[in-house]
């Protein structure tokens, strides 16, 4: 039973506009969550990450928002740039806890 | 620093085969962790290490062994390689938790493995 999922396996979405990728999980004890971006043939990267005490984090273009009683949370990309295709996770942790849980990804295409 | 690197990049084994993983990083963390990657499953954990001479199981642990000798190296051994292990492997690391506490790994960049 995956506790976190990401529904959508793929996106597409042209330059300039925004790009939202979604992530909901099932366990109530997660604290903390991130996200994640790979390239082809290379390691997940850190992109942007969110404590549960708060419902939204900003860094430049990227902004997550962590919905709590939904159990829910989105990555927002604005504006998008094709250099932002790839696959995106996101990820979850207990507090405190020593491991991460990954949804399954979902690959975002930006068109030129 | 070169961060997390792993060896080999690409392997190809039969079935019934054996063969090491090797992860090693330069950052000095405490944690490391070894994942697989599979279409649509996103990563899961096969083990993982809290330190020196520790190792611990993961989501998906059967099949593989883990030896943390020295802090900075984390091996994965496949003992009896089987189809079913054909995958991409990752390692991670993480700093020990402390203050400003981060749940952040730094990923290698993947071996490739295919078992026929």
């Known amino acids: 039973d995956q506790q976190v999922k990401q529904n959508s396996p793929s996106l597409s979405v042209q330059e300039g506009r925004i790009s939202i990728l979604n992530c909901d999980y099932t366990n109530s004890m997660f604290d903390y969550f991130l996200w994640y971006k790979k390239y082809p043939a290379e390691g997940p990267t850190f992109l942007i990450s969110i404590s549960s005490i708060k419902d939204k984090n900003e860094d430049g273009r990227f902004t997550v928002f962590l919905n709590k009683s939904a159990k829910h949370l989105s990555l927002h990309i604005v504006p998008s740039q094709p250099g932002d295709s790839a696959v995106y996770f996101c990820a979850a942790s207990l507090k405190a806890g020593n491991m991460l849980t990954f949804g399954g990804g979902t690959r975002l295409m930006v068109k030129p | 620093n070169a961060g997390v690197t792993q060896t080999p990049k690409f392997r190809v084994l039969k079935t019934g085969q054996s063969m090491t993983l090797l992860c090693a990083q330069d950052m000095n963390h405490e944690y490391m962790y070894w994942y697989r990657q599979d279409p649509g499953m996103g990563l899961r954990l096969i083990h993982y290490s809290v330190g020196e001479g520790t190792t611990a199981k993961g989501e998906v642990p059967d099949g593989y062994n883990v030896s943390r000798l020295k802090k900075q190296n984390f091996l994965l051994g496949l003992e009896s390689a089987a189809p079913s292990q054909t995958s991409v492997y990752f390692c991670?690391?993480?700093?020990?938790?402390?203050?400003?506490?981060?749940?952040?790994?730094?990923f290698g960049p993947g071996t490739r493995l295919t078992v026929t």
């Open positions: 991670a690391s993480r700093n020990q938790p402390g203050t400003g506490y981060s749940y952040e790994q730094y």
